[in-house]
């Protein structure tokens, strides 16, 4: 039969806003979580990781958030830019037993100028 | 240091026929994985492998295998091709395991 397509969430925003991108995981035993950034035709690229034992990490224009208690992860960008503008997946590290990097679903970000 | 690289870039091919996807990662990285990206299914871990032997294995048919050199190049291989597999064959490559993953920019398969 006919495959559908994921529905992405949606975030618009405009330049210069500050974004903030949700994520629920479900494995409480995961240890490390990373974002990736997916622009049109390319790879997932490394924007920031964060290991469990922490509960936030600061890049350059972005934070990561983590709450182990509810299972949720955030990544925060200050000051959006159009560049911006792709696809931002969360990613889950299980313990070896368990499995590789668990994608989510993924949120695009959409930066109007 | 260059970054991960995957060859072809696009492939089209017809059910039935077999393909083989080939992915070099970064100098120094030991560790590969492959991920199956679909609109419909989204991002799923096909393999991981290091030092030449697979170490993890996702929930794929038996029809994807896959290999890795001793210079920790890899390849991969979906044998009798359905057009469910057409889709983005993304390659990652760590340092070692359970490190953190660079993406290839992908293969982009077509099954007709």
């Known amino acids: 039969g006919e495959s559908v397509g994921l529905h992405l969430p949606t975030l618009s925003v405009q330049e210069g806003d500050n974004s903030i991108i949700n994520c629920a995981y479900s494995n409480s035993a995961s240890d490390y979580f990373i974002w990736y950034k997916q622009e049109s035709g390319k790879g997932p690229q490394f924007i920031i990781d964060i290991r469990s034992n922490m509960d936030k990490r600061q890049g350059q224009r972005v934070t990561v958030l983590l709450n182990k208690t509810v299972k949720h992860l955030s990544l925060q960008i200050a000051a959006t830019q159009p560049g911006d503008s792709a696809v931002y997946f969360c990613?889950?590290?299980?313990?070896?037993?368990?499995?590789?990097?668990?994608f989510g679903k993924g949120t695009k970000l959409s930066v109007k100028p | 240091k260059a970054g991960v690289t995957q060859t072809p870039r696009y492939l089209i091919k017809t059910r039935g026929q077999q393909v083989t996807l080939s992915c070099s990662p970064i100098s120094g990285h030991r560790s590969v994985s492959w991920y199956q990206q679909t609109p419909g299914q989204g991002l799923q871990f096909l393999f991981e492998y290091f030092s030449e032997t697979q170490r993890n294995k996702g929930n794929f048919p038996g029809r994807f295998s896959g290999r890795q050199f001793s210079n920790s190049r890899s390849e991969m291989n979906v044998s009798t091709l359905e057009l469910g597999d057409s889709a983005l064959y993304l390659c990652?490559?760590?340092?070692?395991?359970?490190?953190?993953?660079?993406f290839g920019p992908g293969t982009r398969l077509l099954v007709l």
């Open positions: 990613a889950e590290n299980r313990p070896r037993s368990q499995g590789n990097l668990i």
């Open positions: 990652a490559s760590s340092f070692s395991l359970q490190e953190t993953q660079y």
